[in-house]
């Protein structure tokens, strides 16, 4: 079964720091991994997809890097800003079972001004 | 807006009610998931529906039962709510293919069961 967790639970930064949230996965046959952001109350938006063929994946300040054969994914943000304060899911769609997501339980990320 | 709508936002139901939560996509995805978010458990799915007509349970299937009206609607309904059901679903969808696209996700329902 595979399992997905994330380090640390819950990280408090200074503004304009530099910060990466990991995530591991125990089954590296995958189809690919998906970062998401969740604000307080509210649903969860999509902020990267790595496909299994991929190595890593940009958008802005955002950077996911994906190790498939050693579990591994991080999530690295660019001179946080309080902006950026959210929990962070990553979640692994397992080969073989369709499209369905295994998630991990997040990183609650809190930027201080 | 496109997206993937959830109605209602909010619930409170009674032990031993009934209700159904509704969810539909304009998207043109072909594959519907719900899922359930508890403290401390993430998120996990419920059931989902790889295409039309089609049904599946996920990893917390008891208490619930879903219909896939159609291509754009998948709904969960509770025969008989209880305390355990207390939680906050969040309906999904994605366009499958030879290679597999990111999820788009619903804000979410939030019942209460007292």
């Known amino acids: 079964k595979q399992e997905v967790t994330q380090i640390p639970a819950a990280l408090s930064v200074p503004e304009g720091e530099n910060l990466v949230l990991n995530c591991s996965f125990t089954?590296?046959?995958?189809?690919?991994l998906q970062w998401f952001r969740q604000d307080p109350g509210k649903g969860l938006t999509s902020l990267l997809l790595?496909?299994?063929?991929?190595r890593e994946q940009t958008s802005g300040r955002l950077n996911a890097s994906l190790d498939k054969s050693s579990g591994r994914s991080t999530l690295y943000i660019a001179a946080s800003q309080p902006g950026d304060s959210a929990t962070y899911l990553c979640?692994?769609?397992?080969?073989?079972?369709?499209?369905?997501?295994?998630f991990g339980e997040g990183t609650q990320l809190t930027v201080n001004p | 807006n496109a997206g993937v709508t959830q109605t209602p936002k909010f619930q409170v139901l009674k032990t031993g009610q009934s209700m159904t939560l509704q969810c539909a996509q304009d998207m043109n995805h072909n594959s519907m998931y719900w899922y359930r978010q508890d403290p401390g458990m993430g998120l996990r799915l419920i059931y989902y529906?790889?295409?039309?007509?089609?049904?599946d349970k996920g990893e917390v299937p008891n208490g619930y039962n879903v219909s896939r009206l159609n291509k754009r609607e998948f709904s969960l309904r509770l025969e008989s709510a209880a305390p355990s059901q207390t939680s906050v679903y969040f309906c999904a969808s994605i366009l499958t293919g030879p290679s597999h696209y990111g999820y788009t996700f619903g804000s979410g329902t939030r019942l209460t069961v007292v």
């Open positions: 979640a692994v769609c397992p080969s073989g079972q369709g499209s369905r997501l295994t």
């Open positions: 089954d590296s046959a995958i189809y690919n």
């Open positions: 529906s790889a295409s039309e007509g089609t049904t």
């Open positions: 790595i496909q299994s063929s991929q």
